[in-house]
């Protein structure tokens, strides 16, 4: 089983130039890029806006790609999949999943993880990723969509919105019906109280349809994209459902707040952190 990192909490450190290489000597074996970091929000208006400062956007992005290719070329570490720009039905957002998709493409990598649309109905994000996959087959890219959650004010937990649960996630799949169109179980957003179901359980339910994970540890009630291990989730019935699915993707982690937030952190003892322990959860898998 391999073993794979997002690029954007330690890229926010050291840029995406180092961060690869860094990635590649802390022990993972590919690295998912991160390019839902050229959306950032306004902390004073909490409005979305492009960045227009990275060095992903604007009129020489694929020189850049093809730059990023090549040290990761040069380091022995691909690109196994992407993260899109989300929230995917606000015009930043959507306005990049096409051109996500071909950064995708150029880096090598075989999936693009986009964001359902939240708080409508299924048949509004069955149209909205049927729209997308032409495109993303031309570029040999297989969109992956996963599981998200909403936020009951009110009693303070999450609630389910469209692929939250299982059922949903397994309907909007049975939905669309393409061999291009996957699904990507975010483990901690499974396991969050209020939605009725688990990552075990989804994995399940999903069966063949798994083919990318975003791996990170929650205490159950927040989102908290921390290191595995560090708080609440039972991993052991998770790995014994990727097994018994015959999963074949990577392992690949999405803790990003471990790096973001813990600055006192160094980039590389953290990423050597991270490391260890997707390859303890690989083991696990790799040993049933």
């Not at 950032?40 to 604007?58: I, K, S």
């Not at 989102?223 to 074949?248: E, G, M, T």
């Amino acid at each position: 089983m391999k073993i794979s990192t997002e690029t954007g909490s330690a890229a926010r450190r050291m840029g995406l130039d180092m961060a690869i290489p860094y990635i590649a000597k802390a022990g993972f074996d590919a690295f998912d890029i991160t390019l839902s970091e050229v959306i950032v929000e306004d902390p004073r208006t909490e409005r979305l806006f492009l960045n227009n400062r990275h060095p992903l956007v604007g009129p020489q992005y694929l020189k850049y790609v093809r730059h990023l290719k090549q040290i990761a070329d040069d380091n022995g570490i691909p690109c196994n999949q992407s993260h899109a720009p989300y929230p995917a039905d606000m015009p930043e957002a959507h306005d990049r999943l096409k051109w996500a998709i071909e950064c995708t493409a150029e880096l090598g990598g075989k999936i693009c993880v986009i964001h359902p649309y939240c708080r409508v109905e299924m048949e509004k994000n069955t149209e909205f990723f049927l729209g997308l996959l032409p495109f993303a087959k031309e570029h040999g890219i297989k969109i992956a969509t996963e599981n998200m959650w909403d936020w009951d004010l009110k009693e303070d937990h999450a609630k389910p919105t469209n692929c939250s649960t299982h059922d949903s996630f397994l309907a909007q799949m049975e939905a669309i019906n393409d061999d291009s169109f996957v699904a990507c179980v975010d483990l901690g957003h499974a396991e969050m109280d209020g939605l009725g179901t688990s990552a075990a359980q989804m994995i399940r339910a999903l069966g063949h349809h798994v083919q990318a994970l975003h791996i990170h540890d929650i205490d159950k009630h927040n989102d908290n994209h921390q290191i595995p291990f560090s708080l609440n989730i039972d991993y052991a019935p998770i790995v014994k459902a990727l097994k018994d699915v015959n999963y074949s993707g990577d392992f690949t982690l999405e803790a990003s707040y471990y790096l973001t937030k813990h600055p006192e952190i160094d980039v590389f003892d953290g990423l050597c952190d991270l490391a260890k322990a997707a390859r303890r959860l690989a083991d696990m898998f790799d040993a049933l």
